[in-house]
Each structure stands twice: as structure tokens, then as C-alpha cells.
Antibody, heavy 121, light 111 residues
Framework: EVQVVESGGGLIHPGGSLRLSCAAS????????MSWVRQAPGKGLEWVSS???????YYADSVKGRFTISRDNSKNTVYLQMNSLRVEDTAVYYC???????????????WGQGTLVTVSS | QSVLTQPPSVSGAPGQRVTISCTGS?????????VHWYQHLPGTAPKLLIY???NRPSGVPDRFSGSKSGTSASLAITGLQAGDEADYCC???????????FGGGTKLTVL
């Protein structure tokens, strides 16, 4: 059974750092790509970052330079290192498996239940 | 402000058919990138409903269908059931933003 489980969320002060983890089972995180998507309170889903099977990484402009996505194939786990956190980063962060479609960027077929990150003083 | 535009809410009676629209632009849906749809209940994992404009993953009932035309797409749900009450969200890719983009979500209420 394909499953992803996020952890690492919590309450953090502005300017602080946090590392989220996404443990996968039923598939290897090195296939297609893995992504982080967040949902701020009362808002829609927002793509945050992706890491491709070849190791290439991509970031939304809102987090570029502050967040880093990485992968440990031996642990079948994906990480999101979040630095210089801002109040506007407050959200539920979801980990999702990405699949290519039509030879190009595609969709997310399996998601975790999310982990809440609250940035507040 | 989401890149893809959806109505905030739709409603229908049990057994009826509802549609949810998703409007994009020439740099995402209009550029040929696929439109994908998710069902999302608060506090739970989003669930893939439709991928590649009109394809259903295994296990998704054929009451759910998708279509795409130009810079817009639609999700249709027939034979509405109480269990269909959820948020529905469209997603595509935008080459100008170099980002996966989502709609703001549409809350479906079954009357």
C-alpha cells in the first residue's frame, strides 16, 4: 500500500527554522518526483517545492532561498528544511508523490495527512 | 489570489448533477498542460479524483468526470451523494511561473 506520512511540524517563532520529514512506504521516493504542498488557514493549496528522481530541485518564489528540499533514498524519506520562517509560512504542509503526465509536469497521486506549521511570536 | 479560478461554492440535491469550473490562462491550461482534480476534506489527505483532464484513477467512481476546453476545465459529479460533500480543487502547471498551480477550491454542499 502506498503511503506517505509527514512529521516535524510545530510552533516556531518568526526567523526560526524547522525540518519537516516525509516517510514513504509502498514505493521509492526516487521515482518520478516528490513534492511539498501547503495550505494556509482559509486559503487554497499552494505548491512549495519538488525534487525529481535525478535530484533536480524546484521552489516556489515565495520560499526560494529559505527552504531546501532533500531526499534520503536509504530511509525512503524526503525532507523540507525551512529557514527564516515568516508568519505567512503558517500552514498545513502536505507531502505528495508527483507523477509526470503528457511528457511534462503532472499531478500528485498520493498525499499525506499533513503536518501543521505555526509561525508566531 | 489563486492562479486558477474556481467558484467558492456549489450545491445540489442528492441524485442531481453539479459542475465545478476551473479557469486558467494561456500559460497553464491553455498551453496544453493537463488539468487534475482533487477532493479534500479538512484534516485529511487530498485525494486524486481526475488526472490528465479526464482520466479516473482506479477506485474513483464514474460519477466523477472531467473535461477541458481552451483555457478552462470542468469537473462534473452526477448522482450526488451526501458523502460527496468536500472541497474540490483543480491543478495544472504554469510555464510562465515555472510552478504547479492550484485553484482556490470549491466547497460542495449536498442539500
Amino acid at each position: 500500500e502506498v503511503q506517505v506520512v509527514e512529521s516535524g511540524g510545530g510552533l516556531i517563532h518568526p526567523g526560526g527554522s524547522l525540518r519537516l520529514s516525509c516517510a514513504a512506504s509502498g514505493f521509492t521516493v526516487g521515482t518520478d518526483y516528490m513534492s511539498w504542498v501547503r495550505q494556509a488557514p482559509g486559503k487554497g493549496l499552494e505548491w512549495v517545492s519538488s525534487i525529481y528522481s535525478g535530484g533536480s530541485t524546484y521552489y516556489a518564489d515565495s520560499v526560494k532561498g529559505r527552504f531546501t528540499i532533500s531526499r534520503d533514498n536509504s530511509k525512503n524519506t524526503v525532507y523540507l528544511q525551512m529557514n527564516s520562517l515568516r508568519v505567512e509560512d503558517t500552514a498545513v504542509y502536505y507531502c505528495a508523490r508527483g507523477r509526470f503526465w503528457g511528457g511534462s509536469m503532472g499531478y500528485f497521486d498520493f498525499w499525506g495527512q499533513g503536518t501543521l506549521v505555526t509561525v508566531s511570536s | 489570489q489563486s492562479v486558477l479560478t474556481q467558484p467558492p461554492s456549489v450545491s445540489g440535491a442528492p441524485g442531481q448533477r453539479v459542475t465545478i469550473s476551473c479557469t486558467g490562462s494561456s500559460s497553464n491550461i491553455g498551453a496544453g498542460y493537463g488539468v487534475h482534480w482533487y477532493q479534500h476534506l479538512p484534516g485529511t489527505a487530498p485525494k486524486l479524483l481526475i488526472y490528465g483532464n479526464n482520466n479516473r484513477p482506479s477506485g474513483v467512481p464514474d460519477r466523477f468526470s472531467g473535461s477541458k476546453s481552451g483555457t478552462s476545465a470542468s469537473l462534473a459529479i452526477t448522482g450526488l451523494q451526501a458523502g460527496d460533500e468536500a472541497d474540490y480543487c483543480c491543478q495544472s502547471y504554469d510555464y510562465s511561473l515555472r510552478a504547479w498551480v492550484f485553484g482556490g477550491g470549491t466547497k460542495l454542499t449536498v442539500l
